[in-house]
T-cell receptor, first 113, second 115 residues
Framework: AQSVSQHNHHVILSEAASLELGCNYS??????LFWYVQYPGQHLQLLLK??????LVKGIKGFEAEFIKSKFSFNLRKPSVQWSDTAEYFC???????????FGSGTRLSIRP | NAGVMQNPRHLVRRRGQEARLRCSPM?????VYWYRQLPEEGLKFMVY????????ESGMPKERFSAEFPKEGPSILRIQQVVRGDSAAYFC?????????????FGEGSRLTVL
């Protein structure tokens, strides 16, 4: 069955701490992987994506994610978080051709000033 | 360019009534996705449509729910005979015509409350 697992439901960090949010997926065939972010009061927007090539992808605002095929993982990282990173983060996976995109349950990130 | 537009933003219905949620994709986008977000849960895939075609409705409940994306006009998610459990935020997303890269552009959602 196709699924995306985000094991951390709520993460609380202090400013300048390092961040890593876990994402594991189950999806047959070639995959496209995404992280979306939803800031308070705003709609979801794309943070970064992986289609092919270098498994370490860089996104906006200093975020990066690494695709590890053998572990079916696509963890999100940021070396030093800021208060403005407070948001909900969603991992998502889709197939390489026209197919549905499925999302994880999200991780709420709270940053203490 | 206008983003994905959803309306109404908030909708209140009594049990047994019908709810219609509309989604106008971004200009030039012909792929539309509908998701449901329940309190404390993530985004649950419901249906994926292209113009005049349902591509994947595997996430749609078999009864009372339907979706369409006509050649002209917005995509419609229709819920008949609503029940309290249908209360949720319903998000629409669209993606471009040219190859399905999977990057989605989301609307701000429609929040349905069933009394």
């Amino acid at each position: 069955a196709q699924s995306v697992s985000q094991h951390n439901h709520h993460v609380i960090l202090s400013e300048a701490a390092s961040l890593e949010l876990g994402c594991n997926y189950s999806y047959g065939g070639t995959v496209n992987l995404f992280w979306y972010v939803q800031y308070p009061g705003q709609h979801l927007q794309l943070l970064l994506k992986y289609f092919s090539g270098d498994p370490l992808v860089k996104g906006i605002k200093g975020f990066e994610a690494e695709f590890i095929k053998s572990k079916f993982s696509f963890n999100l990282r940021k070396p030093s978080v800021q208060w403005s990173d407070t948001a909900e983060y969603f991992c998502a996976v889709g197939g390489s051709s026209a197919s549905k995109i499925i999302f994880g349950s999200g991780t709420r990130l709270s940053i203490r000033p | 360019n206008a983003g994905v537009m959803q309306n109404p933003r908030h909708l209140v219905r009594r049990r047994g009534q019908e709810a219609r949620l509309r989604c106008s994709p971004m200009k030039g986008h012909s792929h539309v996705y509908w998701y449901r977000q329940l309190p404390e849960e993530g985004l649950k895939f419901m249906v994926y449509l292209q113009k005049e075609n349902i591509i994947d409705e595997s996430g749609m409940p078999k009864e009372r729910f339907s979706a369409e994306f006509p050649k002209e006009g917005p995509s419609i998610l229709r819920i008949q005979q609503v029940v309290r459990g249908d209360s949720a935020a319903y998000f629409c997303a669209s993606s471009p015509d040219t190859a399905n890269t999977g990057e989605l552009f989301f609307g701000e959602g429609s929040r349905l409350t069933v009394l």
